[in-house]
């Protein structure tokens, strides 16, 4: 008839057939949904790759241990040669030396204060060494830096003073001497301090510098 609409949806009519009203998606599948999802899983993904890994600790723990390996290697000639000086003074003070023996040690001693100063190979090697980088890198640097100090600094004082005792010279230098046995202490404390530092970075135990005499 005319004048009269079609004929009303049943209310079994599937949504999207003819006459049906429109339904919203379920709210799993609206676009505002997955969007927030994606970013989601884009920013934990970056902040699971900032994370530092298991390799990545090893990869520094071997860095630092060699670096550490090449600082004892080019401090040891003038390690070796602190122990000398002190014990040629020891023995020379004592009174026990021959003079044949007595005759030796200026020789001695130079080749000593040679051992530690920058004119040396193995001092030279030393100020070249290159820092491992990172957090416990930088405490690595740190004890480098300090071993430069004991080697070219105090272990210099120490056998040029025991030069000048040799010598005959005064009480004065004979205080210079414990003043600069001191300071090699306190840097040999603190190297030590520096490398636990880098332990604590890494939860690991380096190897100690060698500076003990």
């Given at each position: 008839?005319?004048?009269?609409?079609?004929?009303?949806?049943?209310?079994?009519?599937?949504?999207?057939?003819?006459?049906?009203?429109?339904?919203?998606?379920?709210?799993?599948?609206?676009?505002?949904?997955?969007?927030?999802?994606g970013?989601?899983?884009?920013?934990?993904?970056?902040?699971?790759?900032?994370?530092?890994?298991?390799?990545?600790?090893?990869?520094?723990?071997?860095?630092?241990?060699?670096?550490?390996?090449?600082?004892?290697?080019?401090?040891?000639?003038?390690?070796?040669?602190?122990?000398?000086?002190?014990?040629l003074?020891?023995?020379?003070?004592?009174?026990?030396?021959?003079s044949?023996?007595?005759?030796?040690?200026?020789?001695?001693?130079?080749?000593?204060?040679?051992?530690?100063?920058?004119?040396?190979?193995?001092?030279?090697?030393?100020?070249?060494?290159?820092?491992?980088?990172?957090?416990?890198?930088?405490?690595?640097?740190?004890?480098?830096?300090?071993?430069?100090?004991?080697?070219?600094?105090?272990?210099?004082?120490?056998?040029?003073?025991?030069?000048?005792?040799?010598?005959?010279?005064?009480?004065?230098?004979?205080?210079?001497?414990?003043?600069?046995?001191?300071?090699?202490?306190?840097?040999?404390?603190?190297?030590?301090?520096?490398?636990?530092?880098?332990?604590?970075d890494?939860?690991?135990?380096?190897?100690?510098?060698?500076?003990?005499?």
């Amino acid at each position: 008839m005319t004048g009269t609409s079609g004929p009303a949806a049943s209310p079994g009519t599937p949504p999207g057939t003819p006459g049906s009203a429109p339904t919203k998606a379920p709210w799993f599948r609206r676009r505002a949904f997955l969007v927030a999802v994606g970013a989601v899983v884009v920013v934990g993904i970056a902040v699971i790759s900032d994370l530092p890994t298991g390799a990545s600790r090893t990869a520094d723990i071997q860095a630092d241990t060699t670096v550490i390996g090449q600082i004892n290697t080019d401090i040891a000639p003038c390690v070796f040669a602190v122990h000398e000086a002190l014990t040629l003074y020891s023995d020379e003070t004592s009174g026990t030396l021959t003079s044949a023996h007595r005759a030796q040690i200026p020789g001695l001693l130079r080749d000593d204060l040679d051992a530690c100063s920058l004119t040396d190979q193995s001092i030279y090697d030393l100020t070249d060494v290159e820092s491992p980088g990172g957090t416990a890198g930088n405490r690595v640097s740190d004890a480098l830096n300090t071993a430069t100090v004991w080697t070219t600094s105090d272990a210099v004082g120490v056998i040029a003073t025991i030069q000048a005792l040799t010598n005959g010279s005064n009480g004065k230098a004979r205080a210079q001497l414990s003043k600069y046995e001191h300071l090699m202490a306190a840097d040999g404390k603190r190297a030590a301090a520096e490398i636990h530092a880098a332990d604590t970075d890494l939860r690991a135990n380096l190897p100690l510098l060698k500076l003990s005499t």
